[in-house]
């Protein structure tokens, strides 16, 4: 199983340029996140999906959109980037069981904005 | 709102030395705990978790944490670290059948050869 795979690793935007994130998971977990992990902040949510159609904001939303067409894939999207949005971005996804909502991570994505 | 707190941002230790990190909770209600952990230029694995039944318990590389319900804190500890144990190190916790976790700051964790 490939778990929670993100594209791409790392990517450099200009102020005002949009982009979209993939993720994408194989063990067909309900629950989908996006968070973003900056120094000594722990890890921000930003919006997450309980199921394919269904999305809610999180913690700090403003500046992104996301869909949920399909289980697999939970895309994130950045509208008109801005220095602030310079950060690392993981999505994680977890099954709905009894099993706690155990989160299984992405390897990230490193995002900087100029 | 509930909220997590981590005691220490960073630890510096020796090798071998015992290790216990702070982690405390705000939430009344029935939770799930976990630390999850993050070695340099990875992404964040789950070391350990509790959702009911023995207090105490184990996760991998030797790790344990202990929930005490009374005082709202599910502390991380291991007896003796190693150079390999330094990363960054994250508490967690989510409500009974919610889905999102709130999660601490974050403890970096030094481990000196």
């Known amino acids: 199983n490939a778990g929670v795979t993100q594209t791409p690793k790392f990517q450099v935007l200009k102020t005002g340029q949009s982009m979209t994130l993939q993720c994408a998971q194989d063990?067909?977990?309900?629950?989908m996140s996006w968070y973003r992990q900056d120094p000594g902040m722990g890890l921000r949510l930003i919006h997450y999906s309980v199921g394919a159609g269904i999305t809610d904001q999180g913690e700090v939303p403003n500046g992104y959109n996301v869909s949920r067409s399909t289980t697999e894939d939970f895309p994130l999207r950045l509208l008109s980037a801005a220095p602030s949005q310079t950060s690392v971005y993981f999505c994680?996804?977890?099954?709905?069981?009894?099993?706690?909502?155990?989160?299984?991570f992405g390897p990230g994505t490193r995002l900087t904005v100029t | 709102a509930q909220s997590v707190s981590q005691h220490n941002h960073h630890v510096i230790l020796s090798e071998a030395a015992s290790l216990e990190l702070g982690c405390n909770y705000s939430y009344g209600g029935t939770v799930n705990l976990f630390w999850y952990v993050q070695y340099p230029g990875q992404h964040l694995q789950l070391l350990l978790k509790y959702f009911s039944g023995d207090p105490l318990v184990k996760g991998i590389k030797g790790f344990e944490a202990e929930f005490i319900k009374s005082k709202f804190s599910f502390n991380l500890r291991k007896p003796s670290v190693q150079w390999s144990d330094t990363a960054e190190y994250f508490c967690a916790v989510n409500e009974e059948s919610n889905y999102q976790l709130i999660w601490g700051a974050g403890t970096k964790l030094i481990i000196k050869p």
């Open positions: 994680a996804s977890s099954s709905t069981g009894l099993a706690g909502y155990e989160q299984y």
């Open positions: 063990m067909n977990h309900e629950y």
